[in-house]
């Protein structure tokens, strides 16, 4: 570990806190573009934030030590999460501390807590959420992990900067398995990150909700870290799409000169998949809840089909 | 004239409104054995409502109302004031029940048995004080008890209650289900509601019709023009005059553009629940301009107050009218496009279709009407004709085709609207057009003792007022009475092989009012 590398996790770190929520903010504006509606403003997460953190915390009568603890164990997971996944440079010292399949267990561990969490107070609705959530949960984490094989057996390793290294560095050869496998995580981050059509961001039925559902009890500033942490999620996500599938632009070893370039290509690389996002978003219908199942199931056969693609066709590669 | 060889002697009653006949019942076997009769030929129960005519030294009068296939059977049956009782209609028509329980808590006479929970009284005023009883007072003073309400448990392995409501997450009306289910699966659902109750009954007492008029239109803001035209229809058939050919046809050009807005409105609230959320900018820019256009030829948004008893309150110029035309073929144009992109949007149909049906057998069974009921077949509009039916001025002449869908599901009732918004532009485009020269309004002579019903059939279903005036030509009683009591129950049922996360989109597919069933 040097000096550079730790700074520049601890710049990566900053760098996604800050650029989570205005991802959010994009992905709204191109929304509401693509809807015909007028747009909220590009910073309007960062006032809801500040607007959170300010407002005092009305608790439930009966909520747990867990209820409270939650928001900060969620929020730390997102945020370790940006700090495992290369964003900016392969150059990471916390990434040897956990390779892709325990950053699939960090997203569980944070589902988790917020499900208990949502369960904790006792509410209907709570309940409801957390019920679906594990669900989702449980169906799309078996498909993230063989989206994972399937970049880990092409590069003969779990660590996300190794495989984002040989991704990037091995000449320019099309992958069929690397197709499968985008559409299957593509999948999976649709219904990771509550997003049509598994869930609607944009709910006001508190019926059919199943992010929303769970944090309906949540106030002040422990709304805020639930919703940074969903922010948080959204650029984690996206950040470890663009590292596994399109990592050009990523910095390798100490250089400021590859930092300073890694950032224009990051913020490029996430507008336009903030506008693919808005597209699909608005394109599509939210499923029947037990289509769901349906919707993963056919992100687990794409992932299935990427590594058996890569077993039997790739192997020599 | 007698129906179905019943006892019972019926008069039509006057005025070229909803055709109605008028008869008393003798005693409340007799009440019972028609109800019989009209339930075995088909018929619905409309409306069932109560009055207090003890102060011209009477008892009490509970009216009925039966829609049969030749118009409304409006009986009358007088209670004593001692025990006013009658029996319970519920076991006949599942739709009395709500209505026999409303009117209990109102005017205090009773069923002689069935369901005896409260339904409007959510405890604000006690059990044995009666507000529309004329020595019921202003009754402010009551301090405002929460009440228990006794919901059907459903017991069984893994069975579980989901409370919602009534307040909810979105700004929508109050109102509270209770659901039960297992996982995800409905088993149950029922409704409690009357959170929305203001006692605009009370209000009418002792109004001027012309008040009267302000008032019925505020009930349910979405069918001020249907209830104004009710309304007015029952004060000119209690008095015996006919509005002129002109205001007649304005007011129908002024129903059919709420119809339109509304349906308008509806298709995108269904495409927004199902999360298309295209589908709902779409139709919310249409249904904008739609008002836009109503605000600046009617000076009113929704049209309030634009009929009034004997006619309409205002006049449309040859450049308003053509504006309609003009709009009436552009959102003709626009609504044919989004109709395309709907059928073709295999998410939006997945969502839709085979989700909350009701078949034409129970949807007769509870008395249902409007585009819940055409949308599972059956042909039931004040509008059109039928066997046996003649629709009343202006309709007759329009001509007007019904919209119906026989699938019953919220794709059904979807596309119902779709059929209405077409056949709504196509008879705003002939009244616009052949807008006869006439008088706007005639005047209304003052009717002591006089009543009268009037039937609209509005954007919802059937708006049904009665109206009765006291001795000095105020008003002595209305009552106005929305589709939606019957479609309440209705929805109920549609729900029961869905889950829970479908309830939303069924819901909308109804859109039932609130403040028009509370009161």
Redo the contacts between chains.
């Keep these: 570990m040097n000096l550079f590398g730790t700074f520049g996790q601890l710049f990566a770190i900053a760098l996604a806190l800050v650029l989570a929520p205005l991802l959010t903010g994009w992905v709204n504006l191109c929304?509401a573009w693509?809807?015909?509606?007028s747009a909220p403003p590009l910073l309007q997460p960062y006032y809801m934030l500040h607007k959170l953190f300010l407002k005092d915390v009305v608790l439930a009568h009966g909520a747990s030590h867990l209820f409270r603890f939650a928001p900060f164990v969620v929020f730390g997971c997102m945020a370790l999460a940006c700090a495992i996944i290369p964003t900016l440079s392969t150059d990471l010292p916390l990434a040897p501390a956990a390779d892709t399949i325990a950053l699939v267990g960090v997203f569980g561990l944070a589902r988790i807590f917020i499900s208990l969490a949502a369960m904790d107070i006792g509410t209907?609705?709570g309940s409801?959420g957390g019920?679906r959530e594990m669900l989702v949960g449980f169906l799309a984490e078996p498909a993230l992990l063989m989206v994972i094989f399937t970049t880990a057996m092409i590069s003969q390793s779990t660590s996300v900067a190794t495989i984002v290294e040989t991704l990037a560095h091995r000449d320019f050869v099309i992958y069929p398995s690397l197709a499968f496998a985008g559409i299957a995580f593509t999948f999976v981050s649709f219904a990771e990150n509550a997003r049509?059509?598994v869930d609607?961001p944009?709910?006001?039925?508190?019926?059919?909700?199943i992010h929303e559902a769970m944090i309906?009890e949540y106030s002040g500033r422990h709304l805020a870290l639930i919703e940074w942490a969903a922010s948080l999620k959204l650029y984690a996500y996206s950040c470890l799409g663009l590292a596994l599938f399109f990592p050009w632009g990523i910095a390798e070893g100490a250089s400021v000169f590859g930092l300073l370039l890694a950032i224009p290509a990051l913020v490029a690389k996430l507008a336009i998949g903030g506008v693919l996002l808005a597209g699909i978003e608005?394109?599509?219908?939210?499923?029947?809840?037990?289509?769901a199942p349906e919707f993963l199931g056919t992100a687990f056969l794409f992932a299935v089909l990427g590594l058996l693609v890569r077993l039997l066709l790739e192997s020599r590669v | 004239m007698r129906f179905f060889g019943e006892p019972i002697e019926f008069e039509k009653q006057a005025g070229i409104g909803s055709p109605a006949w008028r008869g008393r019942a003798d005693d409340g076997e007799a009440l019972q054995a028609f109800a019989v009769a009209v339930h075995r030929n088909g018929g619905r129960l409309a409306a069932l409502w109560g009055e207090d005519r003890r102060k011209g030294g009477e008892g009490f009068r509970l009216h009925v109302a039966f829609g049969l296939d030749m118009g409304h059977a409006w009986l009358g049956l007088d209670l004593p004031a001692a025990h006013p009782a009658y029996p319970d209609l519920a076991g006949i028509f599942p739709a009395a029940n709500r209505m026999q329980r409303a009117t209990r808590d109102l005017v205090g006479i009773a069923t002689d048995g069935g369901d005896q929970r409260p339904w409007l009284r959510h405890g604000a005023w006690p059990a044995d004080w009666f507000p529309l009883r004329h020595d019921a007072g202003g009754g402010r003073d009551f301090t405002n008890r929460p009440s228990d309400y006794d919901f059907v448990q459903v017991g069984g392995e893994g069975a579980h209650e989901i409370p919602v409501g009534p307040i909810h997450a979105g700004i929508i009306e109050p109102g509270h289900f209770r659901f039960s289910v297992i996982g995800e699966r409905l088993l149950r659902l029922e409704q409690r509601l009357g959170y929305q109750h203001k006692g605009v009954e009370k209000l009418f007492i002792g109004m001027n019709p012309a008040d009267g008029a302000r008032l019925v239109g505020r009930i349910s803001g979405d069918s001020t023009c249907a209830y104004a035209w009710a309304y007015a229809s029952a004060v000119e058939a209690a008095c015996g005059i006919s509005p002129p050919p002109r205001g007649l046809l304005l007011r129908a050009l002024m129903l059919e553009r709420e119809r339109v807005a509304n349906h308008l409105g509806d298709l995108g609230a269904l495409g927004n629940d199902a999360a298309l959320a295209f589908g709902f900018s779409q139709f919310m820019r249409l249904k904008e301009d739609w008002l836009r256009l109503n605000g600046k030829i009617f000076g009113h948004r929704f049209m309030m107050d634009r009929i009034v008893p004997g006619g309409t309150a205002l006049d449309l110029e040859a450049p308003a009218l053509a504006a309609i035309v003009e709009q009436g073929d552009a959102v003709g144009r626009e609504v044919k496009e989004l109709k395309k992109i709907y059928d073709e949007h295999a998410g939006l149909q997945d969502r839709f279709l085979t989700t909350g049906t009701i078949d034409a057998d129970l949807a007769r069974e509870l008395s249902l009407s409007g585009v819940a009921a055409r949308a599972t077949g059956l042909i039931l509009d004040a509008r059109v004709h039928r066997q046996g039916y003649t629709p009343p001025a202006p309709w007759a002449m329009l001509g007007v085709r019904p919209a119906t869908d026989e699938r019953g599901d919220v794709a059904a009732r979807a596309a119902v609207r779709f059929a209405e918004i077409f056949e709504s532009l196509r008879l705003l485009r002939e009244l616009a057009v052949g807008l006869p020269d006439s008088e706007l309004r005639v005047e209304v002579p003052p009717v002591p003792g006089g009543s009268g019903l009037g039937v609209i059939e509005g954007w919802r279903g059937e708006v049904l007022v009665g109206v009765a005036f006291d001795d000095d030509g105020k008003l002595a009683r209305v009552h106005p009475h929305d589709p939606s009591w019957q479609a309440w129950p209705a929805l109920e049922h549609a729900v029961m092989k869905d889950i829970v996360p479908d309830f939303p989109l069924i819901n909308k597919s109804f859109n039932l009012s609130y403040s028009g069933a509370d009161l």
Excluded: G, S
């Design positions: 929304r693509l809807q015909n509606r209907a609705f409801l019920r049509v059509p609607n944009a709910t006001h039925l508190e019926l059919t909700m309906l608005t394109l599509n219908a939210k499923v029947r809840i037990f289509r």
